[in-house]
């Protein structure tokens, strides 16, 4: 009862913010998003009936506290569905930064979820993992099913679950990663998203957003989805800041990257848009045709950086990919 699974994490596009179910992760309205490749998550886990006590690594380091909470949310489910009460093994490894706002979390559950599924033997459709993945992130609901992806609201797994959006930009799309170490607390910026007098406003716009964006992917219209991820990242923002805690999560390189890509865009006529999620990092979207220049742009910010392009669903590897 072992199994390896990896899973790429997700930049969102249409973002979620705040939830009405904590427990379930059940957010207020829908998302869509796209998963970026190489950068990923490999995870193996193990049941045991032997073992006594769980016990979960990530990147070398025993998980505890809340992030190990987060985990227990998957794995029992998985056990619930499997009707097996197994101690659990479960290690992961990242091979990109993470905590700096480029979906980590997404991505680590993702394959978390995978894993345990297949180590369980339970037969379930990749929507369907989303479900269990959504337990410990709701972003994770769409690094199971890859690409461009659209989890719904909802209020249930019938319901709330992701679905891959088939577009023609998958094979040109580009993605610099401008890299803006900063920690974050993206739950706690999640759990006080309502409070916010920005919400409203947020909530009489999104649903349209969400229509918007899917009319422009299935178009293949690149500016279209991009100058929408480009202002969903603002509206995120005004919410978050205008939380009780007054998260600002933005860095003076952030803010160097947003204006250098702009004037790109309206000085030199090139198609590239930012996008940020809860963190100081940015992503940066253009084509193929173009991302040379953007990342050389970026990188004179001061920035690292990393070229990714569009990623594929949660996979389960072979037995030779196992972390242990």
Known sequence: MKATAKAHPIQGLVKYH????????????????????????????????????????????????????????????????????????FESANNFPTNIGFGSSSSGF???????????????TRPEISTVARRGSSSAARAVTGAFSHLRTGMNDKDCRSERIETGLEDDLRVVAGMVPSYKETEEAHKEAAESHMFESRMAHIHGQISDMRDALYDGDFDAVFDLAEKDSLSLAAATMTGPAGWVYWQPRTIEIFNAVRELRNDEDVPVYFSVDTGASVYINTTEEYVDRVEATVADCGVDTRVWDVGGPAQILDEDKALF
């Open 110 to 124: 993702a394959a978390a979820a995978m894993a345990l599924v297949e180590a369980a033997g339970l037969d379930m």
């Open 18 to 89: 705040g939830m009405r179910d904590e427990e379930l992760r059940l957010p207020y309205h829908d998302s869509i998003s796209v998963c970026t490749a190489p950068s990923h998550s490999k995870t193996t886990a193990a049941f045991d009936p032997d073992r006594e006590e769980d016990v979960y690594v990530i990147d070398g380091e025993e998980v505890t506290g809340r992030g190990a909470e987060r985990i227990d949310a998957v794995v029992d489910h998985v056990r619930d569905l499997a009707g097996i009460d197994h101690g659990v093994r």
